[in-house]
């Protein structure tokens, strides 16, 4: 449930009643009009009408450009809604404002990115290196790459161009920021840098990409659904980290051929989850309020959905071409470098 409260000119009140009348609104209040001829006007609405709500309101206030309307999420409703009522509201997409205010935030390069960017790609370095995996997943967790990925589908979505430029220009500084720190640390890094946790993100299979479309689909419906907390699950299955740090692991030593591996594997990752929450905000109707920004949105959905389809499928083809090429005992290869390289450091 919603408490919204709408802030506009006092002749407008019986019209604002009707819409909250349209959106089954549970309580609506008028307000005190002030010496300016503003009126507040308050009322309850549950999750699944919201949107509408919004869609009509901005409709019907587009002429008054000091009308403004506040959303608030209601923690407690006494009485408390019937059994019916919950169901739809658990089920209800969140409005397109509150998804975009959500994701904007991520696309921000400000101080608190690069820092997160930095921190995550130490801490995952270290854990991939130490073969520790509670500290990759500790990286996973705070690392801030997954969000400019779904403000990028967002961004789809809507036909929002400068969100998707946002959303691409952070994505990529944040992965050449993790690479780049990746390949410092292993320039000067003592020890072997071929640890078990390293190795298995050095290989992409057709099991990666299954993976990786059914983390975006879950992240995408995470966030529409208002179930943020389900997002650090997601972000530990995504694992956008790890493999871009292992690709500047690799490229510090010198081992291009499992660089290559890697960069594979973070491929798949990036172009799944796009894909997958792309499908996701269309299966859910999120879409622009006005019908010619409904029509560029289409046109741009179609357009980056049969992009991320075919790069995907290209993936797919060198996945499958690199395992073709692979000797077959490459398992046993690796072991024995790994216990080659044990041994040294023991030694």
Not at 315 to 335: G, H, S, T, W
Request: aromatic content about 4%.
């Amino acid at each position: 449930m919603k408490y919204v409260e709408v802030i506009a000119n006092a002749g407008s009140a019986d019209t604002i009643a009707e819409v909250a009348a349209r959106a089954k609104a549970t309580d609506f209040r008028l307000g005190v009009v002030g010496e300016d001829g503003m009126q507040q006007m308050r009322m309850l609405v549950s999750d699944n009408q919201v949107q509408r709500l919004l869609d009509i309101l901005q409709t019907v206030l587009g002429a008054q450009p000091m009308a403004r309307i506040v959303v608030l999420a209601v923690e407690v409703s006494i009485p408390r809604p019937d059994e019916g009522e919950r169901k739809a509201e658990d089920s209800a997409t969140a409005a397109r404002e509150s998804l975009y205010e959500g994701v904007e935030k991520s696309t921000r390069l400000d101080g608190n990115y690069f820092i997160l960017v930095v921190l995550s790609t130490v801490v995952a370095a270290i854990g991939l290196i130490e073969d520790n995996v509670a500290v990759v997943i500790g990286a996973m967790v705070i690392a801030p790459l997954l969000g400019p990925n779904l403000a990028l589908s967002l961004g789809t979505a809507l036909g929002d161009i400068g969100l998707m430029k946002k959303a691409v220009s952070t994505l990529v500084v944040g992965i050449l920021m993790a690479v780049a720190l990746s390949a410092l640390l292993a320039y000067v890094w003592p020890s072997t840098l071929m640890s078990h946790e390293v190795m298995a993100r050095t290989n992409a299979g057709l099991e990666s990409v299954a993976l990786a479309l059914a983390s975006g689909a879950a992240a995408a419906l995470s966030l529409t659904t208002g179930l943020s907390s389900v997002l650090v699950g997601v972000m530990v299955a995504v694992a956008l980290l790890p493999p871009a740090a292992v690709l500047g692991l690799m490229l510090g030593e010198g081992r291009f051929d499992l660089a290559a591996g890697a960069g594979l594997l973070l491929a798949v990752n990036i172009v799944c989850v796009n894909l997958a929450s792309k499908i996701v905000f269309v299966a859910k109707g999120i879409s622009p309020r006005k019908w010619l920004e409904k029509e560029k949105a289409k046109r741009a959905m179609v357009i980056y959905v049969l992009g991320w389809a075919i790069s995907l499928l290209g993936l797919v083809f060198v996945i499958l071409e690199r395992d073709a090429l692979i000797p077959a005992n490459l398992d046993q290869a690796i072991e024995h470098q790994l216990e080659q390289s044990l041994g040294s450091a023991k030694d």
